[in-house]
């Protein structure tokens, strides 16, 4: 019998009889219709490979795939290499460390990991946390704690490092080795409440501000944030502001089931395109999601490999261990290789919680050379064949290759087991991710298999292990922290403030358009390019646009400032014989992000923590449509507020009225309200150009002088009316949230009324006192507020004050405080929903009418969208004539008539409504 006809009997004993495919097999990789055929190409690409190299060869597939493509066959290339390690054994380098030290290292903070969560469930039952995944990633922490993270005490730029936020676990345990975290911290672990201190559940700066850096747990905000760090550090190794900041890397640890959330991959051909070569991802690829398999019908691995290397990355996969080298070795028909390619996901997960004998006969048996690789093993050394992110050699000569790599981003796919050594307690099983206590023969097994020093009598307890100071395993761990530049998370503070501004120096915002109509968006590009010049902090300016440059009127800053691009540009603009033609540099001062809120929003986060990343203040500004920020990116003003973020988002376009002809998916009513839920975020709604310059000024003064953690959200109207000069003495209500704006008094005999309002509303409730004036005699004070959140803030802090202070003289909000003398009928009205207004409502004295725009946006004029939503200034005016008619400061007989009279219809459609 020919070799040949060998191949076909062994092929068609391969085959099942009942025609099913193997079990677990991707059907298009495991069916083979002529062989004979195949190996005939095969050894004519070996041929070309050993004849004329690798180049060759690339060319040859290429002119195939051409070849196929006119054809008509229905083929797209996956971007994929077969499913082994890309590093093969003979080219990884040699291991640098002590390999049983590290061992012992990783094993008690395993052990100390798993059981700050069993005893914390011990404690407070359904407090939580989270045993699996660090468990399937402690040897991709390890490797990078002992030889690569490099931290802020040492010569080297320090790394930036993205924490799986369920892995924090092993973070503090690695922490408490360290001397670092308390045993007492430990067990307050998820109880920051508790007596002596604890430990937040994921990694949350504004809670541990002293060691976290960056908050993950959200999921999919990691990789986002972190592509765009790594591009800002280049940013401002390019201005020459840090030059040193492009040696720093960028490590993101995320999931394989976290890639679903589209902010995971979203941004990856920025990185691509950007060729950042200190940005690297590791996926922990353990093939789980909280439910179940990330892809029980196809393989992960895969489907990212070919995501990334399309989007310009490196791609290095970690899949098997070194114990599978040999097997490879001796796979010289690439059956195995063949096998590895076609199995599933859903059945790798079930290899893994399965015995030898399962493994030999469901992935080996399906071919007798297969089974002949393993015919010298026994079960258990099959069962123990290791997954790739489980082997250090292995993760070591991937990050190596990673930080040697240069011009693009790299990513390193490493195929792990969710809860590795928690055995049948969860190791690989869809329950993991939820376990949260183990028994005491659970915490048994675990303690032998990682040969953790705890006596049987107190195992039980699931005690904390710390080696004396003196030992072996806590020498080497502080030596190598030492050596690589200290502690990783860790914080820092600015090394020299920036010296505010003088307000003189920008007098011309405080003295009125003279006449011309302006927008508060146009004075604020104003005020933008004149901070920018500013001799102190011009270059920490950051102007952040997703896409709307010219929208907002900022296109005179492309040829001052420059639009910057690592690569600087290389073609001529189309409009380059124009004065403000679009101009790319290397060291332009713009980041115009194209149409991404959410990079855009990372960029600001990047820049609004360099104070604490780099140690240098920068001061973010990222203008954007209002309705696109809060109602898109809520979830990354969040992670920038818990990150303590400076810096100032200025919501154009602002307003359900004030967007005229947009209609209901751009007018925004709805941000002012998002904004009270947000701590640090300091909101405001200016009318006049005078009063933004002053928030802005005195913004610039609070983060970056007196290095408050807070940050603005000031909005901008694209509304162009005369702008007004600075009252006098009113600086410190502007800040405070509302002061006193007109008053018309008409004598001691007639009713009085004060009308509140903000932004684009101002003007009608000004005009609304001129129609209470003249048509009946009403008179009035109208009051410019500012922040509706800055009233409800002091306000709610005093009650809070009088309340826990029962025997002090009570304090007075200071809403009451500019209201003082109000004879009892207030309307406030907005541009927002009325509840932002209504918020006050318990410190109002006397009756309180609050005006907004609830309901969907339309496309219309903005005098005819006001009278729609009822707050236009004959309805400012009704409201209070009613309230005072209620009140018997009115005659009610003469409502009627007054509403006639204001042009309005009583029988309009409820506007929330329609």
Sequence with gaps: MSALDVRQQETQERQPTNGQLPEGAIPQLAKDIDPEETQEWLDALEYVIRKHGGERAVYLLERLKEKAFRSGVPWVSA?????????????????????????RIKSIIRWNAMAMVVRANRVSSGIGGHISTFASAATLYEVGFNHFFRGKQGNHPPDFVYFQGHASPGIYARAFLEGRITEKQLENFRRELAEGGGLSSYPHPWLMPNFWEFPTVSMGLGPIMAIYQARFNQYLADRGILPEARESKVWCFLGDGECDEPETLGAITLAGRERLDNLIF?????????????????????????????????????????????LLAKDKDGLLVRRMNEVVDGQYQKYTVMPGSYIRKHF??????????????????????????????????????????????????????KGYGLGEAGEGRNITHQQKKLNEEELRRFRERFDIPIPDDKVAEAPFYRPPEDSPEIQ??????????????????????????????????????????????????????RLMRDKNIG????????????????????????????VGQLYEPVDSDTVLYYREAVDGQILEEGITEAGSMASFIAAGTA?????????????????????????LI???????????????????????????????????????????????????????????????????????????????MNENYEMPILPMGSTEGICKGMYRLSVRDLGPDRPSVDLMASGAILREALRAQEILDQKFAVSSRVFSVTSWKRLLEDAREVDRYNRLHPESAPRVPYVQQVLEGSQGTVVAASDYVSAVPLTLARWIPGDYVALGTDGFGRSE??????????????????????????????????????????GLDPEKPVPWKV
């Design 79 to 103: 971007a994929t290499t077969p499913y082994i390690n890309t590093i093969p054994p003979e080219q990884e380098p040699e291991y640098p460390g002590d390999r049983a030290i590290e061992r």
């Design 282 to 326: 590791v996926v922990n690829c353990n093939l789980q999601r909280l439910d179940g398999p990330v892809r029980g019908n196809g393989k992960i691995i895969q489907e990212l490999e070919g995501a990334f290397r399309g989007a310009g990355w490196n791609v290095i996969k970690v899949i098997w261990g070194s114990d599978w080298d040999p």
């Design 364 to 417: 080996f048996g399906v071919d007798p050379r297969l089974e002949a690789l393993v015919a010298d093993l026994t079960d258990e050394q099959i069962r123990r064949l290791k997954r790739g992110g489980h082997d250090p050699v292995k993760v070591y000569a991937a990050y190596k290759a990673a930080v040697e790599h240069k011009g693009s981003p790299t990513v390193i796919l490493a195929k792990t087991i």
């Design 476 to 529: 080497y761990l502080k030596a190598r922290r030492k050596a690589l530049g200290g502690p990783v998370p860790s914080r820092r503070q600015p090394k020299v403030k920036l010296k505010p501004p003088k307000w003189e120096d920008f007098a011309e915002f405080f003295a009125g358009s003279e006449g011309r109509e302006v927008s508060t968006t146009m004075a604020f590009v104003r005020l933008l390019a």
């Design 539 to 566: 270059r920490y300016i950051v102007p952040i646009v997703p896409d709307e440059s010219r929208t907002f009127g900022m296109e005179a800053l492309f040829r001052q400032f420059g639009i910057y691009s690592h």
């Design 611 to 635: 104070h604490s990343t780099h140690g240098i203040n920068m001061i973010p500004f990222f203008i954007f449509y209002s309705m696109f920020g809060f109602q898109r990116i809520g979830d």
């Design 638 to 716: 969040w992670a920038a507020g818990d990150m303590r973020c400076r810096g100032f988002l200025m919501g154009g376009t602002s307003g359900r009225t004030t967007l005229a002809g947009e209609g209901l998916q751009h007018q925004d009513g709805n941000s002012h309200l998002y904004a009270l839920a947000y701590p640090t975020c300091q909101a405001y709604d200016p009318c006049y150009a005078y009063e933004m310059a002053v928030i802005v000024l005195d913004g610039i003064r609070r983060m970056y002088y007196e290095e408050e953690d807070i940050f603005y959200y000031i909005t901008l």
């Design 861 to 902: 004029a903005r005098r005819e969208l006001r009278r729609f939503f009822e707050v236009d200034a004959e309805n400012i005016a009704l409201a209070a004539l009613t309230s005072l008619a209620e009140r018997g400061l009115y005659p009610k007989d003469r409502l009627a008539s007054a509403i006639r009279e204001l």
